[in-house]
């Protein structure tokens, strides 16, 4: 397959596009960089010995979108370029509902006028809010995100249910994942943020390699084990080869179609920090501060119908995402 990879030079994307490439089909690459670099495209091609085509774009770019998919026979998108990060999110909604669900319109236009029929989405369980029910599934209530980050993909997810009314020839799909980390084994690709990181596990690797000077915890009085945040995990590259799992599922399915991707398995903040001791030898000094805007106490995943639909499975455990992390931060620091 041809697919067009949006966002396809940040964390996800890249690891996606070498997936992609490792089981023969043909990714190109459309990212603005505004949170990625271009260096990441010899990396890949160090890792797949391709050269993933690059084209530098916006996603809110009608006539952009236009001339790449124009004439190029794309089987069809993974759409993953968007704005990531929830405390943000708060500070600054009206750019996440620009760049987030305007530019997944952009897109869903481009294909219809262009003729490409597929496309899988890059969603989040930050669409589940506080949820009621532990771990989560897909039929659990939505609809009350806790943060604007998490609105911005439910948005998207309404967009393609009603679209996939009237359009019956669309095949689409929205993966909601929960906390991809880790990176690629070679080391050559992770998680490479151009500012402060918003993510945890990025901060805990800066932390151990002194660049950052110590990791705020955002509270420790919540209803858990050690009173920190409880998420799922999931290894990157589990995350990319659940997309692939799901593009060959679309291939003969229409309609809306959606997935959790998590190890079904919750790991505290301090419990990850933990793990990324023991693999790198690094102590990481900390500091509990207030909670954050926009969180909630746990997150984790029913993973059960990604595994009975697509036959997909998450391999990876924490130890082995640490060990991915430390591999890729001490690789990255030479690059500064």
């Known amino acids: 397959m041809k697919i067009l990879v949006t966002g396809g030079a940040g964390f996800i994307g890249s690891h996606t596009a070498v997936e992609l490439v490792l089981?023969?089909?043909?990714?190109?690459?459309?990212?603005?960089?505004?949170?990625?670099k271009a260096s990441v495209l010899d990396r890949l091609e160090m890792i797949t010995g391709y050269q993933v085509p690059f084209i530098l774009g916006d996603v809110r770019d009608p006539e952009m979108l236009d001339s790449v998919m124009e004439g190029a026979d794309f089987d069809g998108v993974i759409h993953f370029a968007g704005l990531k990060a929830v405390g943000e999110s708060v500070s600054r909604p009206l750019e996440y509902f620009d760049v987030n669900v305007g530019g997944s319109v952009a897109v869903l236009q481009a294909m219809l006028r262009n003729g490409v029929n597929t496309l899988l989405f890059s969603s989040s369980a930050a669409v589940y809010g506080d949820p009621e029910v532990l771990p989560v599934p897909e039929t659990a209530r939505i609809g009350t995100p806790a943060n604007p980050y998490g609105?911005?993909?439910?948005?998207?997810?309404?967009?393609?249910?009603?679209?996939a009314v009237p359009e019956t020839r669309l095949k689409l799909g929205a993966l909601r994942y929960f906390n991809p980390v880790g990176a690629h084994e070679s080391g050559l690709i992770g998680e490479d943020p151009n500012d402060v990181p918003n993510n945890l596990m990025p901060y805990i690797a800066q932390v151990a390699t002194e660049r950052l000077p110590l990791l705020y915890v955002f509270g420790d009085d919540y209803?858990?084990?050690?009173?920190t945040g409880v998420r799922d995990f999931i290894h990157v590259v589990d995350l990319a080869r659940g997309h692939l799992a799901a593009m060959r599922f679309l291939v003969d399915h229409p309609g809306l179609h959606i997935w959790n991707l998590g190890t079904g398995i919750g790991t505290s903040v301090l419990e990850l920090v933990s793990a990324f001791e023991r693999v790198s030898g690094v102590a990481i000094p900390y500091e509990v501060i207030d909670r954050r805007p926009g969180d909630v106490a746990a997150n984790y995943a029913d993973p059960t119908r990604a595994q009975e639909q697509l036959g997909w499975r998450a391999r990876y455990d924490v130890d082995r995402?640490?060990?991915?992390?430390?591999?890729?931060?001490?690789?990255?620091?030479?690059?500064?």
């Open 23 to 36: 089981e023969g089909h043909e990714p190109v690459i459309y990212d603005s960089l505004v949170n990625s």
């Open 223 to 227: 209803d858990t084990p050690d009173g």
């Open 151 to 163: 609105r911005s993909k439910l948005m998207v997810e309404q967009v393609l249910e009603d679209l």
């Open 321 to 336: 995402m640490c060990e991915d992390t430390w591999r890729w931060q001490q690789y990255a620091e030479k690059l500064l």
